[in-house]
Nanobody, 125 residues
Framework: QVQLVETGGGLVQSGGSLRLSCAAS????????MAWFRQAPGKEREFVSA????????NYADSVKGRFTISRDNAKNTVSLQMNSLKPEDMAVYYC??????????????????WGQGTQVTVSS
C-alpha cells in the first residue's frame, strides 16, 4: 500500500519560512517523479513544484520561483519543499504527489498516481 505523509505545515508570519517534508512508502521511490500541489479554500488544486526521480530536473510555478526549493533524498524516501519569503497568498493545504515518469506537463494534477493527505500552511499578514 502506497503512503505519502506530509509534515511541516503550520502558522508563519508573512516573510517567514517553512520546510515541508513528504515521506513515501510502499513504492519504488526513486522510480517516481514527485511534486507539491496546493489548494486554497474555494480554489482548484494548483501545481507548485516537481522534481524528477534523480533530482536532476525541477519545475516551479511562476508564483513561487525564486522563493521555494524542491529537493529529494532517495536514500530516505523523502521529498521536501523549502518555502521562503512566504506571502499570505501562499496559504493553502499543501499536498505531496507521485507520478511514474517525469514526462509531459508535470503541472497536470490528473497525471499523478498517488497523493498524500495534505498539510496546512497558514501565513499571517
Amino acid at each position: 500500500q502506497v503512503q505519502l505523509v506530509e509534515t511541516g505545515g503550520g502558522l508563519v508570519q508573512s516573510g517567514g519560512s517553512l520546510r515541508l517534508s513528504c515521506a513515501a512508502s510502499g513504492l519504488t521511490f526513486d522510480s517516481y517523479a514527485m511534486a507539491w500541489f496546493r489548494q486554497a479554500p474555494g480554489k482548484e488544486r494548483e501545481f507548485v513544484s516537481a522534481i524528477s526521480w534523480s533530482g536532476s530536473y525541477t519545475n516551479y510555478a511562476d508564483s513561487v520561483k525564486g522563493r521555494f526549493t524542491i529537493s529529494r533524498d532517495n536514500a530516505k524516501n523523502t521529498v521536501s519543499l523549502q518555502m521562503n519569503s512566504l506571502k499570505p497568498e501562499d496559504m493553502a493545504v499543501y499536498y505531496c504527489a507521485a507520478k511514474r515518469a517525469y514526462t509531459g506537463d508535470v503541472s497536470v494534477k490528473y497525471d499523478y498516481n498517488y497523493w498524500g493527505q495534505g498539510t496546512q500552511v497558514t501565513v499571517s499578514s
